[in-house]
């Protein structure tokens, strides 16, 4: 990758000139597109931007890694899915990939990593696009320069609510509500807020019908029924009518939760979940384990007849 400093240069690479390349270089380099405009840049809209000349040969590919993906070879950090962010981690192997659309092109550092304190491996990406750029003016000397935003990604999503300690124990109640929920778990990791809000109202149908409500019936009629069968009271039940509707207004108004109301929305769940299908499992096998009560003896002898 390089860039024009300047109107002269710019003009030179029009008319087919490269004067900032030698005649051995320039051989192994393949313009795919120039851009010759004004605009802003630092106050002042005659200032002509650098405008980068993508290079499409694996050369270039090479050159522009080094100058805007550099990193340490051995260790960067990254979004451990077990620690959580800006955690050291040891590069176990990188690949580089650069695509070209036409006047635009993005270029993509793959890099496998392990953990340094969990050693989970995971996967990190390091992309820049081209219209992606920022431009700066140095302080010092004045001159501009553009720098690429850097979009960093990491597989698996890092987890963005963590899985209550029962999650496993839902499967041998019902593994149809478990998958239900883990669903919704990698539908939170995702950023994907509307479908995890109709997740987690599906989740709550399905519960109901764990608990022996009739499925056939409307939201509303069964959490009457959930009321008059005792699993909630008029609290809990105006909480989860809310969840409800939320979910309803994400499957067909097209609302889109915040971040702390679809929270809002799993701790209503999840707390009428682990209450009624967990602790309530938890509290029979209790209630066996528990040795019951002596039994009172029974008189074997009549009390003397006082005389
Ligand atoms: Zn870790």
């Avoid at 698996?156 to 593994?175: A, G, N, Q, V, Y």
């Amino acid at each position: 990758m390089l860039f024009l400093d300047t109107v002269e240069a710019v003009d030179d690479c029009f008319q087919g000139h490269w004067p900032f390349l030698s005649e051995e270089k320039a051989a192994h380099w393949r313009p795919v597109w120039t851009t010759y405009e004004l605009e802003g840049c630092a106050g002042d809209p005659t200032i002509l931007t650098r405008r980068s000349l993508l290079c499409s040969s694996l050369a270039a590919t090479d050159d522009f890694t080094r100058e805007h993906m550099s990193f340490d070879p051995d260790k960067v950090r990254g979004h451990c899915p077990a620690c959580g962010p800006d955690r050291w981690a040891d590069v176990m192997g990188h690949a580089s990939r650069h695509e070209e659309y036409d006047l635009v092109w993005l270029h993509t550092d793959h890099r496998i990593l392990q953990c340094r304190a969990c050693e989970t491996i995971y996967h990190q990406t390091d992309s820049v696009f081209s219209e992606d750029e920022i431009c700066h003016t140095d302080p010092v000397s004045g001159e501009d320069y553009v720098e690429y935003k850097h979009k960093i990604e990491h597989w698996p999503s890092p987890i963005k609510r963590e899985r209550p300690d029962w999650l496993h124990d839902l499967s041998e109640i019902d593994p149809s509500l478990h998958d239900l929920m883990q669903a919704v778990y990698v539908a939170l990791d995702s950023d994907l807020d509307v479908l995890a809000a109709i997740g987690l109202r599906t989740a709550f149908d399905r519960a109901t019908e764990v608990l022996g409500i009739d499925p056939a019936k409307r939201f509303g009629e069964k959490l009457s029924d959930l009321q008059d069968e005792g699993f909630v009271g008029l609290t809990e039940k105006n909480f989860l009518s809310v969840l409800t509707d939320a979910g309803g207004a994400a499957a067909h108004r097209a609302w889109r939760p915040s971040t702390s109301q679809l929270d809002t929305m799993m701790s209503i769940a999840e707390g009428f979940i682990q209450r009624t299908l967990i602790t309530r499992a938890e509290a029979d096998r209790l209630k066996i384990a528990v040795p019951p009560k002596p039994r009172r003896r029974q008189a074997t002898t009549q009390k003397p007849v006082p005389k």
